[in-house]
């Protein structure tokens, strides 16, 4: 016995937990195939995509025509996930949105698609997790994004503050 009244055993083992592992999900041709629409047909202005039900694979949410980026917005700060128990808490999305603007110096207007992982702080961790794992699979599938935006807050996602970002301040 030790001073301490401890008594060495070397059955006791010490226990190694590891955290769970956090799997990425996969990307749905669909995602693929709305964002071709997008970038070459022209059809969509955005495009909301979202986890599955079950967080095995990234599906599309909502494409839209719709050039009103406060509908676009409202659509992501009201985005909601359910967690295993079935409770519904805000959610995480990624989206794509072809931005346009006018350039301040009068040469021309530009457009530059722009990828936006939401991932609002008052989201469940579980769902902030596997969007975080996901998000380098779907950017990979999509050939052509010209800027990446992590969007935390409803301010994140205010027109000016991204349109300085997308246009790098160049934007009239």
Known sequence: ???????????????????????????????????????????????????S????????????ADKD????????????????????SKGPRYAVYDFEYSLASGEGSRNKITFIAWS??????MPKMVYASSKEGLKRSLNGVAVELQANDPDD??????????SKGLAG
């Open 120 to 125: 609002p702080d008052d989201a469940g961790v």
């Open 69 to 88: 980026w406060e509908v676009f917005r409202e659509k992501l700060i009201n985005a909601t996930s359910k967690t295993k128990s079935g409770a519904v």
């Open 1 to 51: 016995m030790s001073q301490s009244g401890f008594v060495y055993s070397p059955s006791v083992h010490l226990c190694r937990c590891t955290p769970p592992r956090t799997r990425s999900a996969s990307v749905s041709q669909e995602c693929i195939s709305a964002f071709n629409d997008l970038k070459l047909a022209k059809k969509y202005k955005y495009i909301i995509y979202k986890l």
């Open 157 to 166: 996602i205010e027109h000016d503050t991204v349109l300085k970002i997308v």
């Open 53 to 64: 039900d079950d967080n095995r694979e990234i599906v599309v949410e909502d494409a839209s």
